[in-house]
């Protein structure tokens, strides 16, 4: 077993990168524990980790996250995530195309913050939180971790020497053999517990980050106090449920002492125009539903919250919940019957209304699903959620031309969304333009960091396709195009055994 995680650790630098980062910081518990001096930004973090070399491990992370089914693949719940990082980020010393975000599909209640400025926020911490303040301020927290440069000056003031040299190490470490026992188990530590637990950021990096995220907070008119109230929140839960204390606090400790200084802090900024997103209390109750094991219990969860209110009058953010948990188990005609007086209340709420047109779709209804979601397009002409749910509805309504027509039209989409690439694909398929679909899938590859799979895919295409003199140089170019990507993302010994193991499967 412990050489069979060490192999699989061969395969993926990624892995063995947050592994090391797990090693570095475990050395130093003792130091971590007590507030020192942090060293001044910029200079030790840059001569440590370069900018270019954090994004490098923040993507090979988020893509083993990827191929790992860990990151919630919704558009909607990441496109609203990414509205929160985007008002938070004007605020920043960062530009907002310096962060992404990613639900994690997790139900523990916490966050971390990757190198190059990849944020997961766990589903179990948006259903967790009762203001939009209150997720704001965590993800404000760890942005402010990814401006600070915290996990390269945190390698510099625990091991005193750059990662790429203790990276080294461990590789040749593992390379040569040693001790498959402590090898895997560093290892393993690594991969299951991607984020800041592992980082164990110093109280210090805590306090800075806090400083930094409450400031961040209040300029963009969310409630300072959002921060702080939460993590008093999972003070009082650690209380109820002794040792066994929620996740955040684990990988970011509260003290008494940071508790009052966030309290403090916050009073300091006057009182804001506090502006809360409609959209903010119905994402909570779609992560609850995108992450739930047991839809049959959820269901009756929303049943018993229904019959329990006290006025009787509806929830909508309820309502809508209940609504996305029948249609994940085939009720599409009562989800419709739900969402549709809520969608005539508020036509200018896209989760409503997106809501509702996935409900008609699955019940067959394709001809109201698509007029609901070309109003849509009017409404969110720049919503990446709208545009696939409509390509979405001309690909399973057999209209695979207008589908193509849709998607090839905007380059923007096609750039950033793996989920367009992969329709293309399958209507190229249907079409039996086995070039174009051989070049869509290596495009969703390519997307989802997935090179050796992308390399391996044309490769058979050009060994096995009959395709003509224009799709073998098209696939060629792109193939070209995938090594030198692959290289760039890994090495190219590291690049050679991921082809080499994919090629297996």
Not at 219 to 231: E, I, R, T
Request: with cysteine; proline share 4%; aromatic share 6%.
């Amino acid at each position: 077993m412990a050489r069979t995680l060490v192999m699989t650790a061969r395969r993926s630098i990624s892995r063995l990168l947050i592994g090391l980062l797990a090693c570095l910081t475990a050395v130093s518990t003792v130091a971590s524990a007590r507030d020192y001096q942090l060293p001044s930004i910029g200079q030790p973090a840059d001569a440590y980790m370069s900018p270019a070399e954090e994004d490098k491990i923040g993507r090979q992370v988020v893509a083993q996250l990827l191929e790992r089914s860990l990151i919630i693949e919704d558009v909607q719940l990441r496109e609203y995530l990414t509205s929160i990082g985007t008002r938070l980020a004007e605020h920043t010393s960062s530009d907002a195309s310096a962060f992404r975000f990613y639900p994690i599909d997790s139900s523990q209640i916490n966050a971390f913050a990757l190198p190059g400025g990849y944020i997961g926020i766990n589903a179990g911490l948006v259903t967790e939180t009762e203001t939009e303040s209150e997720l704001a301020g965590v993800v404000g927290h760890e942005m402010a971790h990814v401006t600070q440069r915290h996990i390269a000056r945190q390698i510099e003031a625990t091991s005193g020497m750059g990662w790429a040299t203790a990276a080294a190490i461990l590789v040749a470490a593992i390379a040569g053999g040693g001790d498959p026992d402590a090898i895997s188990a560093a290892v393993t530590a690594g991969v299951s517990n991607l984020g800041q637990q592992q980082t164990n950021y110093t109280r210090a990096h805590e306090f800075e980050a806090d400083r930094i995220g409450i400031r961040t907070l209040a300029a963009a008119d969310f409630n300072p106090d959002g921060m702080a109230s939460f993590f008093e929140k999972m003070q009082r839960r650690s209380r109820l449920y002794g040792n066994q204390l929620p996740e955040i606090l684990l990988s970011h400790p509260v003290s008494n002492t940071r508790m009052a200084e966030a309290e403090s802090r916050a009073k300091d900024y006057p009182s804001p125009s506090v502006r809360e997103s409609d959209a903010y209390p119905l994402m909570r109750e779609r992560a609850r539903v995108l992450m739930s094991r047991q839809l049959g219990e959820l269901v009756r969860y929303y049943e018993q919250r229904r019959a329990d209110a006290d006025d009787g009058q509806p929830n909508a953010a309820i309502d809508y919940g209940y609504a996305l948990a029948l249609s994940r188990i085939g009720r599409n005609a009562e989800a419709a019957q739900i969402l549709a007086p809520y969608v005539e209340q508020n036509p200018d709420s896209k989760a409503f209304t997106l809501a509702l047109a996935d409900a008609y779709s699955q019940a067959g209804d394709t001809g109201r699903a698509r007029d609901m979601l070309q109003t849509a397009r009017r409404q969110f002409p720049r919503s990446p959620a709208v545009k696939l749910d409509y390509a979405r509805l001309l690909v399973d309504g057999n209209d695979p031309e207008a589908a193509r027509a849709f998607l090839m039209q905007d380059r923007d989409l096609l750039g950033q969304s793996s989920e367009a690439q992969q329709m293309l694909a399958q209507v190229a398929g249907r079409q039996n333009n086995l070039g174009e679909a051989y070049y869509r899938q290596a495009k969703y590859y390519e997307l989802r960091g997935a090179f050796a799979p992308a390399i391996n895919q044309l490769r058979t295409a050009l060994q096995t396709a009959e395709l003509n003199a224009f799709d073998k140089a098209r696939l060629r170019a792109l193939l070209d195009q995938m090594v030198r990507a692959c290289h760039s993302a890994w090495s190219e010994r590291e690049c050679r055994e991921q082809v080499t193991a994919d090629a297996r499967y």
